[in-house]
């Protein structure tokens, strides 16, 4: 099972709104609702963002919104801040046999 | 809150057995609700699913993993475990544990990894 594609860098200027895409098949990706996305800054573990493509856990900003089409999932950060700056990993449920694989991880550089 | 702790050797050597344990503190690991992973991360390198365990002791493996794996739970103690077998060079990383996400709303326990650890590095090196 390879890791789900995402771009390996997104930048963008304070205030602006980005977009990071994960590309995976229809074994994953495309099979499941069960999407998720993950911020890590340096250093540190990484933190729960995203779930179910589009859902939000508490305490996330409503900045962060996700979605998906066919088999490439999206995470939008819209009013980009200096925070927002980390790597960012989407993962999705592959079955009963992979189970989970994450994407190859995008670096956002805000400018 | 709850809270996972990973701890373990920082070094093994190459071909024996890394062991490490996560302890889940301020909620309990006897529960019908979570299911509890392992995932790991090279260092500059991506994450990485190791496997996920049930507190009635059912696991799921990483396929690519799955014979050298074996991971564990102690509910007495509130913790699970990770043993991996055999290990190289390409098996350093920072190792964390993590809490599946349950969605009351739907049933869920597959939504993803909610309450993660600090995270161990363990180096593979004689």
């Known amino acids: 099972q390879s890791a789900l594609a995402q771009p390996a860098s997104v930048s963008g200027s304070p205030g602006q709104s980005i977009t990071i895409s994960c590309t995976g098949t229809?074994?994953?990706?495309?099979?499941?609702?069960?999407v998720s996305w993950y911020q890590q800054h340096p250093g540190k573990a990484p933190k729960f963002m995203i779930y179910?493509?589009?859902k939000r856990p508490s305490g996330v900003s409503n900045r962060f919104s996700g979605s998906k089409s066919g088999n490439t999932a999206s995470l939008t950060i819209s009013g980009l801040q200096a925070e927002d700056e980390a790597d960012y990993y989407c993962?999705?449920?592959?079955?009963?046999?992979?189970?989970?694989?994450f994407g190859t991880g995008t670096k956002v550089t805000v400018l | 809150q709850l809270q996972l702790q990973e701890s373990g050797p920082g070094l093994v050597k190459p071909s024996e057995t890394l062991s490490l344990t996560c302890t889940v503190s301020?909620?309990?690991?006897?529960?019908?609700?979570?299911?509890w992973g392992w995932i790991r991360q090279p260092p500059g390198k991506g994450l990485e699913w190791i496997g996920t365990?049930?507190?009635?002791?059912?696991?799921y493996y990483n396929p690519s993993l799955k014979s050298r794996v074996t991971i564990s739970v102690d509910t007495s103690k509130n913790q699970f475990s990770l043993r991996l077998s055999s290990v190289t060079a390409a098996d350093t990383a920072v190792y964390y544990c993590?809490?599946?996400?349950?969605?009351?709303?739907?049933?869920?326990?597959?939504?993803?990894?909610?309450?993660w650890g600090q995270g161990t590095m363990v180096i593979v090196s004689s």
């Open positions: 365990i049930y507190y009635s002791g059912t696991t």
């Open positions: 993590a809490r599946h996400y349950y969605d009351i709303l739907t049933g869920y326990s597959a939504a993803g990894f909610d309450i």
């Open positions: 993962c999705s449920y592959a079955g009963t046999y992979t189970r989970y694989v």
């Open positions: 229809s074994s994953d990706v495309g099979s499941y609702n069960l």
């Open positions: 179910e493509v589009s």
């Open positions: 301020g909620g309990s690991i006897n529960s019908s609700t979570y299911y």
